[in-house]
């Protein structure tokens, strides 16, 4: 694929952008050298290779879950504007 000024002012209207001449020369050189990157990976054999998520193996980095001592409904009811029976008391939102 060939990246040529007609491409560049084509994205530019997709992206709602404005650019100067130079920019597009600029943008026309980078993008070619990016596809030629990409034909240049297509071109490798990639038979028996399995597909990766990621390079590096990965656990589970969440922490475990597991129970805590809450705070006192009184303290965390505090500032509250209204309540109620040791709940929050809003407005009405639905009839």
Not at 23 to 29: D, I, L, N, V
Not at 45 to 64: I, K, Y
Not at 72 to 85: G, I, R, T, V, Y
């Amino acid at each position: 694929m060939t990246i040529d000024r007609n491409l560049v002012l084509y994205l530019e209207k997709l992206g709602r952008i404005r650019l100067t001449e130079e920019e597009r020369a600029a943008c026309e050189t980078e993008l070619q050298s990016i596809i030629g990157y990409f034909d240049q990976l297509n071109s490798l054999d990639t038979c028996g290779v399995e597909p990766l998520s990621h390079s590096f193996p990965v656990a589970n980095v969440m922490r475990e879950d597991c129970t805590a001592p809450s705070m006192e409904p009184a303290l965390l009811l505090s500032n509250a504007p209204q309540k109620k029976d040791n709940c929050f008391l809003v407005y009405r939102t639905v009839e």
